[in-house]
Nanobody, 115 residues
Framework: QVQLVESGGGLVQPGGSLRLSCAAS????????MGWYRQAPGKQRALIAA???????SYVDSVKGRFTISRDNAKNTVYLQMNSLKPEDTAVYYC?????????WGQGTQVTVSS
């Protein structure tokens, strides 16, 4: 089990940017692929970006070109840089290994995009 703590969310205007961070416990962080997930009101939690052990990345179409996932294995931290935010990006954002392990879910961080 990996303990994960997300931070960096907040209220931002459309077109703005936020950088989310996810701090992971344990020295085994570097062996996992990591992902950022989000859950909007009334919708299921879904993977939106993932980064493999070798640093290769993948994104869902709705965030491709706007969001960037990265990781710092020395700091046991994964990041999500979010640019050109839209109201439909409003959600609680979570990190987890990819594929997700249910026991790892943290509290998430709320992102609200509104004018």
């Amino acid at each position: 089990q990996v303990q994960l703590v997300e931070s960096g969310g907040g209220l931002v205007q459309p077109g703005g940017s936020l950088r989310l961070s996810c701090a992971a416990s344990g020295s085994i962080f570097s062996i996992y692929a990591m992902g950022w997930y989000r859950q909007a009101p009334g919708k299921q939690r879904a993977l939106i970006a993932a980064i493999a052990k070798d640093g290769s990345t993948s994104y869902v179409d709705s965030v491709k070109g706007r969001f960037t996932i990265s990781r710092d294995n020395a700091k046991n931290t994964v990041y999500l840089q979010m640019n050109s935010l839209k109201p439909e990006d409003t959600a609680v954002y979570y990190c987890n290994v990819a594929p997700a392990v249910a026991a790892n879910w943290g509290q998430g961080t709320q992102v609200t995009v509104s004018s």
